[in-house]
Structure formats: structure tokens, C-alpha cells
């Protein structure tokens, strides 16, 4: 396993940009690299940083790489719009579908060892002290961040996304939610006592209809042909809780993220219906992505929220 912490900086005044790597290979061996760069940017800095130490890698080797550029992650887990520096984009594309990218957030402030070292590198070599830095980057963060909604044209209308261009790839995501309730209605769910029925079979079963149901349900979702949805549902008897988690698989040229997350919160709604006779309090809660694997942006796992 090789983990890369990276990080761009560029100063205004001197006009030039600098970068930093550290690779790990095992948690041991350390690598470093980094290079100074005249009339760039900000953004171009975070993904030369990203490309060039993922280009050390050999081809086919398991990597994750820590970003704090809001700019580099979004793009790479989220589909923002590419508007700008389309050059390193193909070339950052290209080096991670030969590799098993995992792309994760690390906050700008912390504390661990490499990436303060990849940060210390580019803010030296960009001529910047750590408080311009940080100011710099934030203020050029919001305006490039703003215009990445693929879902919306040039006039600010909603769009379907063309992905006819897009090719065919295992896709996989998974979502999770949880039903908070009161301790008695938790109970009748474990001791098969609602009148209903059975509470958690027939919730497993709604949340995979639901996920073949997405695009009726979501205006721009894409049709897909789902290959598996498995949904699972988990007693937490020491929060009153019960824990759902969906996945789904597909052979296509978008992702399953939305389906996954259907699938999640159709199962929560139907443990709601199944027990609103006797517990109309019932919360229903934490819905989010926490994986998706394939397409450009390789595998995601996203960040557990308490």
C-alpha cells in the first residue's frame, strides 16, 4: 500500500507556484517531492502535486492519495466541472485509471507528519509564509468551487449530463442512513412483534425496489441497468437504532451513487411506515455516501459523520 500526501501553493506577488509530495510505502519508507513553477496557480499546483507523485508510482499499484484542496477532491470524487486547466486533467486521468486510486480529505490544519511536510514544501518553494498561504488559497477557493455544477448549463438551467462520451466501468457505491426510535418500538422490531410484519425483511426488500426506481424519482438521474442491490439492516440496541446500509453495483458509464442512496433512504421510510402506529417520533437520520468505486475518479471512501 503507497499513500501520497500532497499539497499547491502560489504566490500572487512573486507569480509563482510551488508543490510537495511525500509518498509512503508500508508506513515506513518515505519519498519526497516537489518543484517550483513560474505564471500558474493555485489550483494547477494542487494537481501537479497529485499527478507528478502519482507518476512515480509503478502502474497497477494500490494508492491513496490526502488532499486538502477543496478543488482537487471535489473534482476527483464529486464530478466538477473541468472549466479550467484541462491539460493536467487528461494527464491526472490517464495515471489513475492505471492505478487503484483512493482519493481522501485531510484537513488543511493537521497535525499529521506528511502532510505538514508535502505542505511545508510547497509553501516554500511558491516564497510564501504560512499566513499568506492559507489566505491565498481560500480566497481563490470559492469562485472556481461555484461553477463545477454539472447539472446546470451555461444559463443556469438544469441539464441532463451528456455521458454518451464516458466509457463502460464496474461502478459500485454505498450509502448509509440510520432510524433512530424509542426503546420500545425497538424492541417489538427485534422480537418480530409489529403488527405489520416482519419490520426489517420488508424494508430490505423496499430499499432494493427503490434503488431500480431512482431515475423516476430523481429529474436528471440516467436509466442504468443495476447489476446488484443489497441492503442491509443492522440492530443497534445500545442507541435504539437500526443501522442501514446499501449497496449497488453496475456496468455503466455513470456512477450508482444515487441509487444507493435511494436505497438507504426508501428502506428507512418503509421501517417508518411499518412502525409510525406506535412510535410517530422516530428519526430518521444520517443519510450519506460512504464509498463509490469506478469511473475517472477510481475509489472514494468518504468520511463516517457521527
Known sequence: MIEIYTDGAYNSGLQQGGWG???VEDGKKKQTFSDSVKETTGNRMEITAALESLLVTPPGTEVIIYTDSQYLFGTMTQGWR???NGDLWAKLDEAVSERKVTWKWINGDSANPFHKEAHTLANSLAGLEAHEFHKERTEAMPEEAGEELTHLDSSGRPRMVD????????REA???CRVRMKEATFKLIKQGKVTKGDVLTVAQLAGIMGSKQTPHLIPLCHPILIDNTKVELVLDEASNAIEITATVKSTGKTG???EALTAAAVAALTVYDMCKAVDRAMV??????IRKSGGKSGTIELKEWD
Request: charged share 35%.
Open 21 to 23: 509530495a511525500v509518498i
Open 82 to 84: 473541468r472549466k479550467a
Open 163 to 170: 455521458v454518451s462520451a464516458k466509457a463502460d466501468t464496474e
Open 174 to 176: 454505498a450509502a448509509r
Open 256 to 258: 450508482v451513487e444515487m
Open 284 to 289: 430518521i437520520d444520517n443519510l450519506r455516501l
